[in-house]
Nanobody, 122 residues
Framework: QVQLEESGGGLVQPGGSLRLSCAAS????????MGWYRQPPGKKRELVAS???????TYADSVKGRFTISRVNANNTADLQMDSLKPDDTAVYYC????????????????WGQGTQVTVSS
């Protein structure tokens, strides 16, 4: 009932920029927060940035000052602007919808995108 489309991944040189976009669709009533997570090769998934329905943001220490998360389209789309990219930013990036309420349901649920590859290499 809820679908996520992720786009914007690719290959970029160190110091370059990429912009990831996550668009949610379906019978969504409300979303508490949208965010981006990433899983580098051989490591666990970690939070990159998130934004609540009120616009409050949270960033991992490793990306503060370099990445910016924003929301558009009535909070159903979240973009992640990534600047000054480093090789350590290489990972599969996943869009996350936290605390989603859908029409006709009562429970809060989380949804995950399938992931988009970001590779930072010289």
């Amino acid at each position: 009932q809820v679908q996520l489309e992720e786009s914007g991944g690719g290959l970029v040189q160190p110091g370059g920029s990429l912009r990831l976009s996550c668009a949610a669709s379906g019978n969504i009533f409300s979303i508490n927060a949208m965010g981006w997570y990433r899983q580098p090769p051989g490591k666990k998934r970690e939070l990159v940035a998130s934004i609540t329905f009120r616009g409050s943001t949270t960033y991992a220490d490793s990306v503060k000052g370099r990445f910016t998360i924003s929301r558009v389209n009535a909070n159903n789309t979240a973009d992640l602007q990534m600047d000054s990219l480093k090789p350590d930013d290489t990972a599969v990036y996943y869009c996350n919808l936290e605390g989603v309420v859908t029409v006709g349901h009562w429970a809060l649920r989380d949804y995950w995108g399938q992931g988009t590859q970001v590779t930072v290499s010289s």
